[in-house]
């Protein structure tokens, strides 16, 4: 992690780990303390000298009654680049690449997931379809280049016109769906489409 021995030696370890994860990892070495030769593993973020937090690996073993150890021994190692490359493929896995937007198989999740909740509670659900009309003459007369442009600024129109919580997704070429989360009433579903409508005027 980046410290000099001399900086670390007689601190508590806890001090280096992210508040988030300092219960968890509170319990984890007490379990551990409890039973002799236990052993426990997990992962949590810990502060480098530099600033940065980085994940941790960690495999704490119970060696309070061996003598020649007498403590608890935890042995770990920096898996910050693995967190982020599965951070990378969970991602890439439910969104559109050039977008950024969500693909068609995280916004049926998600509308599944309202469905659901609107069964229990009888609330409404929104979905919007958007198409571009006549968007293939803007590949054939200035480029795909370009037309990859104009679908990035449609995105971000998009996000501009909605909620943080609505769900925006490309479906495929120039269509959009966007779920609205929990309109409050029927009326609401035709003030979003109108604001939507007016982000591209």
């Known amino acids: 992690l980046g410290y000099k021995v001399e900086t670390r030696t007689g601190k508590s370890a806890f001090e280096n780990i992210h508040p988030e994860d300092r219960a968890w990892v509170d319990q984890l070495i007490t379990d551990v303390v409890r039973t002799p030769g236990a052993q426990v593993s997990g992962e949590f973020r810990a502060s480098h000298a530099d600033a940065s937090w980085r994940w941790i690996d960690a495999v704490a073993k119970n060696l309070l009654d061996d003598p020649a150890v007498g403590g608890i021994v935890v042995n770990y190692r920096d898996v910050t680049t693995r967190k982020s490359l599965e951070d990378e493929l969970r ?38 379809f ?72």
């Open 91 to 128: 991602h890439q896995a439910f969104h559109d690449s050039l977008t950024g937007l969500a693909n068609r198989a995280l916004f049926a999740d998600r509308l599944e997931h309202a469905l659901s909740r609107t069964r229990r509670a009888r609330h409404s659900v929104a979905v919007l």
């Open 130 to 201: 958007v198409d571009l009309d006549d968007f293939k003459n803007v590949n054939d007369s200035l480029g795909h280049g370009k037309g990859d442009h104009l679908l990035v600024a449609v995105a971000e129109r998009l996000r501009g016109a909605l909620r943080a919580g609505d769900t925006i997704a490309r479906m495929g070429g120039d269509e959009c769906a966007v779920h609205v989360e929990d309109p409050a009433e029927a009326s609401a579903h035709g003030e979003v489409a109108q604001r939507v409508r007016g982000s591209f005027q």
